[in-house]
């Protein structure tokens, strides 16, 4: 089998065990940790976590962020300024642009019911413009199964690093990587 393969087996140990029906939304937040080299890999093999998610007898729904920013970018009225000067979207990035990103995925939870696993996938595309640990905090209480965050990055501990590049952030979810602590797929 290959890594991702691999990490799906892992996926499926997790999402098999009984879920806990009084659960916080913070605690119904996975996050599936894989090396950022390994995106297309990952990509081309999603159907490996459905079929993870299916033979454990939870409902699959996915969510790719990955062109978010491009459309909520395309609606801005004022986009060709935004291009000539950019620390000008800084404020709209903080603000609009979260609040949009929580809105559509609190909406997709929110379609799920409690037997669902809505997944995450395209995450990378967000880095820069806002961080994930905050839109996960902010949609918490929309989740009523499970989310899971296919995160390319690192994990050491509970500190989780999107892309390696910036300082993580301390998170309680349960973290899948293919071999233990700190070490992606």
């Known amino acids: 089998m290959g890594k991702v393969e691999d990490l799906a087996a892992a996926y499926h140990r997790h999402i098999s065990v009984p879920w806990q029906r009084t659960s916080s939304g913070a605690q119904r937040v996975m996050l ?16 490996e976590f459905e079929q993870a998610t299916l033979r454990a007898q939870h409902a699959w729904k996915l969510v790719d962020c990955s062109k978010w920013f491009s459309e909520w970018m395309a609606g801005e009225e004022y986009r060709e300024s935004y291009f000539e000067m950019p620390e000008l979207l800084v404020m709209k990035l903080k603000v609009d642009f979260k609040r949009n990103i929580v809105r559509r ?55 989780y690093r999107l892309l390696d590049a910036r300082d993580g952030w301390n998170y309680l979810a349960n973290g899948i990587t293919l071999h233990g602590e700190g070490t992606p797929l």
């Open 32 to 47: 599936v940790v894989y090396e950022k080299e390994a995106e297309r890999a990952l990509r081309a093999r999603i159907g």
């Open 105 to 159: 995925l609190t909406e997709q939870l929110e379609q799920a019911d409690d037997n669902t696993v809505v997944a995450l996938l395209g995450v990378a595309s967000l880095y820069g413009f806002v961080r994930v640990a905050e839109i996960i905090h902010d949609v918490e209480r929309a989740i009523r199964g499970q989310l899971v965050v296919l995160f390319p990055g690192t994990k050491n501990g509970n500190n």
